[in-house]
């Protein structure tokens, strides 16, 4: 960015640092069996196991999905109560936001990645990463004792006066998620403070992967929205358990309130679910591109404007509540401000792949699916915002189109591109090709099918969180249980070629897509210290135009005896030092 | 405009309140679906343009272009002005009802709806309204939040329990159409439907002239009122258990209660079980809840509530 000034100039001895193909010991290697797993402090254990249970989630999540579907099968009772089916869309709605996308990115493969793009041994507080892990953990039994225990049947949304007067175990429920918040705190202020103080010598603001920058924007609405949602969780709690008056008109409170605090919170969440996805598209379309990133400081930038204005516009989700006719006109417009900033982010990266040298490998089939798929979450958001078609569309399924296309569609489509991208480095182990290719087909045609036809019903008037329907919209639903069948033949896929990966005994390499990222530079999977030796950065991470050998350099004076894999030839560069 | 994408939407019913609407939606649709093509085109033919030949492709460094960045920012901007103010113009729409709107009152509760005319007639899960008039309806709930849609209409809003709000249309032709409860509220939230009847002026006139004002022999005025307070949504009178008992052959009969005590159903038991259901709870239905009708019901209400349960044997 600014001139380096004499001062900030600093001369290194660096040295080529070539990782070793067969790595003699690794993070598996050392430290291991269960008590050390579950007390390690290590970034890229503790992401895995985020992994693990996110993946779990994602089974339970999914298999309530796919009974909502057959329920739907036919318009009166196909095989579930009502009360039945209302827990179900519940539970599936708030396991998918709290318990899967928001920690999925940043907790699970964020945890891996960051420190190792930054060039650092861990994040800056290695314990309070342990730490969130556990408090989510306690937050997920609170809601395994309300799922026991009477269920939940609120929707995720927990909508007063209907929350306080029902019976199911709301408390339990608004508390794990109040705990939950916590996990979700504790790994922003540690991502932030990691990318502040750890980047390895060399890494400047400017060359700071985009996924770095994802994570820290994201990491910023996490730290300022989660306590509201806490309040507010804690605010219903008090006035179920102690009958204090607060959104209950029949108290003397405001039900519409909660709405306004709910969304305050819950509208920046979707951004904590999406913009962690956006990080992940730049790695790998520019690492199956060999191409520089087209608009650098364009998508970076943009991020943060997403983060910033995300938290102006949570008054959308209610345009027909009720709410002041002043307020809803300005909510409508900023809404329409947050849509520019990702626009641009998508024709940054459709304009990245001019010129490229493109291979359709997994990961980059995930891309193109993300770019299509998130591109009509998008444009039916900006039909959401406009006024009179909201009024039209808002509870029909049309929004749940809308949001299944944005939050499956977009971070869940990005977290498979990254989980593709990674997986050799994270398990040191590759996985069928062919088989992860089928399996993208197959997601690919399952979801259209499955949520397409939402959006023309929707837009017929069909309402959601509907256990019974009007024969008009049977066929749409039939199609879309059919589709949503298939959608869950795919992902059984993935988890039987990943699974089966783990046990092959194939090695896969250290740097398979020849990518520039920094976290290639080590071993696969790395080293328990994810280097043996202080990396420094003297290119961007997307300069795919320079030589493989300038991106595998490191501090000469760090050498611990890894012999002759190192290449050592030493070379003299300066470096600005970066600015705090 | 956009007419390709009309299939979406039904028959439009009610022009005043939804043309606009369907316009603006038709432009959007048609507008996405275009530069989506185009994303889509771009990214195919990208990826067969530039295959990747071989390990060793060089790719030219292109780092930016200020001109494309201002052009596909400044474009999707104006675009989005012209959106904003298209939604905000037929929102205000809306908004407004004409002055000389016929105005009916709506009650909502768990799990029906019950129209109130300035005759004092009142029905329950249907509302007549005469053509070709602006009709306004001012709405509150008795319990939680639900929400009055009309998709033929393109309307709807949230109807609260703290305050009134209110929607108008206007349908030009004689017909019916649905009516649905778009904000969750509970259990039979899928079954809480109604209809929109519309009348020629002269049959509409007829028809509010032919329901009275609510008279009628207690029986009949208490069969009225358990359909209009929505107790039938959760009590049956064919002896099955819905939500809660049902009340067939409820009077004079021995109540097992949840606390193990028995009583004989009396005409202050009902009395107190509308008034304050939670005072004794039936055995069987400890988990389920019976909002109180305090405030909702007089009390020659109740008795014709009571008279009408008494034939129902
Ligand atoms: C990343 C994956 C997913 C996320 C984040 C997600 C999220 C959500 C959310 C937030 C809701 C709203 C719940 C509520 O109204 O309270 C919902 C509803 C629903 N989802 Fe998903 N979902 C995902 C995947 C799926 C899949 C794969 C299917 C189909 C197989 C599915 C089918 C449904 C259905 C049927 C509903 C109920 C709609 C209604 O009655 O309003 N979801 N989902
Ligand atoms: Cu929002
Ligand atoms: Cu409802």
Redesign the interface.
């Known amino acids: 960015m600014a001139d380096a000034e004499v001062s900030n100039v600093k001369t290194l001895q660096v040295k080529r640092f070539k990782p070793s193909e067969n790595p003699k010991s690794t993070f598996f290697s050392e430290e291991k069996g269960l008590w050390a797993w579950m007390t390690t402090v290590d970034h890229k254990k503790i992401g895995l196991m985020y992994l693990g249970s996110v993946a779990l989630f994602f089974l339970l999540g999914g298999a309530l999905a796919l009974l909502l579907r057959t329920e739907l099968l036919t318009p009166a009772k196909t095989f579930i109560e009502?009360?039945t089916y209302?827990q179900f869309f519940t539970l599936h709605g708030a396991i998918m936001v709290f318990f899967v996308l928001i920690p999925s990115i940043p907790a699970a493969l964020g945890n891996f990645v960051l420190p190792m793009q930054l060039g650092a041994k861990d994040v800056a507080f290695p314990r309070l990463n342990l730490a969130s892990f556990y408090i989510y953990v306690v937050g997920a039994i609170f809601t395994f004792i309300a799922l026991a225990n009477?269920g939940l049947?609120?929707?995720w949304t927990f909508?007063t006066?209907?929350s306080t007067?029902?019976?199911s175990s709301v408390v339990w429920v608004t508390l794990g998620v109040f705990i939950l918040g916590f996990s979700s705190i504790l790994t922003g202020t540690n991502f932030i403070t990691t990318v502040h103080k750890l980047r390895a010598p060399g890494i400047t603001w400017g060359k700071l992967p985009l996924n770095i920058w994802a994570l820290y924007a994201t990491s910023i609405i996490q730290v300022l929205a989660t306590p509201v949602l806490a309040i507010t969780v804690l605010l219903l709690t008090m006035e179920r358990t102690l009958g204090i008056g607060i959104f209950d008109?029949?108290l003397g409170g405001?039900?519409?309130l909660f709405q306004h605090f709910f969304w305050f919170y819950s509208h920046p969440a979707v951004y904590i679910m999406i913009v962690p996805g956006f990080g992940i598209i730049s790695e790998v379309i520019t690492a199956f591109?060999?191409?520089?990133?087209?608009?650098?400081?364009?998508i970076a930038l943009s991020s943060l404007a997403i983060a910033f204005i995300g938290f102006l516009v949570w008054g959308h989700h209610m345009f027909?509540?009720?709410q002041s006719?002043v307020a809803?006109?300005i909510f409508?417009?900023l809404t329409?401000?947050v849509?520019?900033p990702t626009?641009?982010k998508?024709?940054?990266w459709?304009?990245t792949?001019?010129?490229?040298?493109?291979?359709?490998k997994t990961p980059m089939l995930y891309v193109?699916m993300f770019?299509?798929l998130f591109?009509?979450g998008g444009?039916?958001g900006?039909?959401l915002?406009?006024?009179?078609?909201?009024?039209?569309l808002?509870?029909?399924y049309y929004v749940v189109a809308h949001f299944h296309y944005v939050m499956m569609g977009g971070t869940l489509i990005a977290l498979l591109a990254g989980l593709h991208y990674w997986w050799p480095k994270m398990t040191g182990k590759m996985y069928n090709e062919t088989q992860g290719k089928i399996a993208a087909f197959l997601i690919f045609v399952g979801f259209n099918m499955t949520f397409l036809p939402q959006?023309?019903m929707g837009?017929?008037?069909m309402?959601?969180?509907?256990?019974?329907?009007?024969d008009q919209f049977t066929p749409f639903h039939q199609t879309s249980t059919i589709g949503s069948y298939v959608l869950g033949v795919g992902f059984l896929l993935i988890a039987y070629y990943l699974f089966r990966s783990i046990f092959s005994d194939e090695r896969a390499p250290s740097n398979p897509w020849?990518s520039r990222g920094l976290e290639w530079q080590s071993t696969s999977p790395p080293d328990l210290h994810n280097f043996d030796h202080t990396p420094v950065v003297i290119h961007g991470p997307y300069?795919?135009?320079k030589p493989m050998e300038e991106f595998q350099l490191g501090l000469a004076a760090s050498h611990n005896g890894h012999g002759g894999h190192g290449h050592g030839e030493s070379v003299e560069v300066t470096t600005e030092t970066e600015k705090a | 405009m956009g007419g390709l994408f009309d299939f979406m939407l039904p028959e439009l019913e009610s022009p005043m309140t939804g043309a606009s609407t369907d316009a603006v939606m038709g432009f959007i649709h048609l507008v996405s679906f275009i530069l989506l093509i185009g994303i889509t085109i771009a990214l195919i033919y990208f990826a067969i343009k530039y295959k990747r030949k071989s390990e060793d492709d060089e790719t030219p460094l292109i780092t930016h272009n200020n001109t494309l960045e201002i052009t596909w920012s400044v474009i999707p901007l104006i675009l989005v002005f012209i959106v904003f103010g298209w939604g905000y113009k037929g929102w205000l729409t809306l908004q407004s009802p004409p002055d000389d709107a016929y105005e009916i009152h709506v009650s909502a509760f768990k799990w029906g709806w019950t129209f109130g005319y300035d005759t004092g007639a009142q029905v329950s899960n249907e509302v007549h309204v005469p053509a070709g008039r602006p009709v306004k309806l001012v709405m509150q709930s008795e319990d939680v939040i639900h929400s009055f849609y009309v998709p033929d209409y393109r309307i709807k809003q949230d109807v609260l329990p703290s305050r009134y709000t209110s929607v108008w249309f206007q349908a030009e032709e004689p017909g019916e159409s649905q009516v649905f409860c778009t904000e969750y509220c509970g259990t039979s939230h899928s079954d809480m439907l109604a209809k929109v009847i519309v009348h020629e002026p002269e049959d509409f006139k007829i028809w509010l002239a032919k329901q009275g004002s609510g008279g009628g022999t207690p029986i009949e005025r208490g069969e009225n009122l358990v359909g209009i307070h929505g107790c039938t949504s959760c009590h049956s009178i064919d002896g099955s258990d819905k939500i809660g008992p049902t009340l067939k052959g409820l009077f004079g009969k021995e109540e097992q209660l949840a606390d193990g005590a028995t009583i004989t159903v009396d005409e202050n038991y009902i009395r107190e079980s509308i008034l304050e259901p939670k005072a004794k709870i039936v055995a069987g239905f400890e988990n389920q809840v019976m909002t109180s009708f305090e405030g909702r019901v007089s009390d020659e209400e109740i008795s014709d509530i009571i008279e009408y349960i008494k034939t129902l044997e």
């Open positions: 009502a009360d209302n009477n049947d609120t929707g909508y006066p209907y007067g029902s019976t008109p029949a405001d039900p519409v591109s060999k191409k520089h990133i087209f608009g650098y400081w364009a027909t509540s009720g006719a809803t006109t409508s417009f329409f401000l849509g520019i626009g641009i998508i024709l940054n459709v304009a792949l001019y010129k490229g040298s493109i291979e359709m193109f770019l299509f591109s009509i444009f039916t900006i039909m915002g406009s006024l009179s078609a909201d009024i039209h808002h509870d029909t959006f023309i837009s017929q008037g309402p959601r969180r509907y256990y019974n329907y009007i020849n300069d795919y135009h």
